[in-house]
Each structure stands twice: as C-alpha cells, then as structure tokens.
C-alpha cells in the first residue's frame, strides 16, 4: 500500500471526495445535533483503527482501492461530524493542527522517510516489530508537527501577513 500512497490517481481520489463535499454543501445549511457528533467521530477513529491495522481480508489490489475508499470515507464523516461544531468545543491542540495542515499535508512523507531511514534502526528497542511500528508512528507525527509548526510560523505567516498588505476590496458604490 505505501507504493501506491504516491500514485497520483489514488490521490486524486481524496481530491475528488473532498470537490464532491464542498458542491454538495455549496449553499446549503448543514447542521448535525451536537449529540450526533460524538458517535460519528468515534465510528470514524475506530474506522481508522482497522484500517491502519492492515488486517483487510482482501486481495491486495482489492484491498487498496478499498482501504483508500474507507480512508476518504472516514476523512468526510470526520469533516461532516466536525462541520459547524462551534470552536469552543474543539481541544485547542485540535485547532492548532488545522492551522499548520498544509504544512502536515507537506511534510509527512519526508518525515516518514527521514524517521525510517535514518533514525530508526539507530533506536534501542525496535527489535520487536509493534515496537518498531509505534516508534515509526510517533517520532514522525513529533517530526511532522514540528516541521510543519516552523514552517507556518517562519514562512506561511509573513507571506499571509504580505497578503493582507496587497489585498483589493472593492467597495459596493
């Protein structure tokens, strides 16, 4: 499956859901009750779970379109479930990673790369394959959030402040 992360048609499945979302919520007044939210999410997250586990019983090229279509499934009941949610009920860490996602978007695969190349067969301990996995999982999540935190702090945030500077308005005369 990690071949085919970087297959450009596989990603324009995540494209294409995320178009087909914002036409289907173009002009219309979405709102979940807040009681629905929370089952949602946790669907979606146990979802992930299986997902992440790789314990799909299904050929492999079965099972990547399949596991690629219940990851952009799982990403729109997430955004359905969050859309709208009034922010002062989002952990500010939460909004914090909304914040710098494109620097996430951006940066994980070299994370990912950087942490399994470089910095894992040098760790104590990852003998035991799930230790391996959890320390490939978490120094690249540390390594991807640090990244993406600078880069928004150091180079997305003077380019949008430069932006504001050069933005026409028109006014409604």
Same mark, same amino acid.
């Given at each position: 499956?990690?071949?085919?992360?970087?297959?450009?048609?596989?990603?324009?499945?995540?494209?294409?859901?995320?178009?087909?979302?914002?036409?289907?919520? $173009?002009?219309?007044?979405?709102?979940?009750?807040? /009681?629905?939210?929370?089952?949602?999410?946790?669907?979606?997250?146990?979802?992930?779970?299986?997902?992440?586990?790789?314990?799909?019983?299904?050929?492999?090229?079965?099972?990547?379109?399949?596991?690629?279509?219940?990851?952009?499934?799982?990403?729109?009941?997430?955004?359905?479930?969050?859309?709208?949610?009034?922010?002062?009920?989002?952990?500010?860490?939460?909004?914090?990673?909304?914040?710098?996602?494109?620097?996430?978007?951006?940066?994980?695969?070299?994370?990912?790369?950087?942490?399994?190349?470089?910095?894992? $067969?040098?760790?104590?301990?990852?003998?035991?394959?799930?230790?391996?996995?959890?320390?490939?999982?978490?120094?690249?999540?540390?390594?991807?959030? /640090?990244?993406? /935190?600078?880069?928004?702090?150091?180079?997305?945030?003077?380019?949008?402040?430069?932006?504001?500077?050069?933005?026409?308005?028109?006014?409604?005369?």
């Amino acid at each position: 499956m990690q071949d085919n992360w970087y297959n450009p048609v596989t990603q324009f499945l995540f494209f294409a859901f995320g178009a087909l979302l914002a036409l289907w919520l $173009h002009r219309r007044n979405f709102s979940m009750p807040n /009681a629905t939210r929370i089952p949602i999410i946790l669907f979606a997250f146990g979802c992930w779970g299986y997902l992440m586990s790789g314990q799909l019983p299904l050929p492999k090229p079965l099972a990547v379109v399949t596991t690629q279509t219940l990851i952009a499934l799982t990403c729109t009941l997430l955004f359905l479930a969050l859309y709208g949610c009034p922010s002062s009920y989002l952990p500010r860490p939460l909004v914090y990673l909304g914040r710098i996602s494109y620097g996430l978007y951006v940066f994980h695969a070299l994370c990912y790369l950087f942490v399994e190349r470089f910095l894992l $067969h040098r760790l104590p301990g990852t003998d035991s394959q799930l230790i391996s996995l959890l320390f490939n999982y978490f120094l690249t999540l540390a390594a991807t959030i /640090a990244l993406a /935190a600078a880069s928004f702090h150091f180079f997305e945030q003077p380019f949008l402040t430069l932006k504001r500077r050069f933005t026409f308005v028109r006014s409604r005369d």
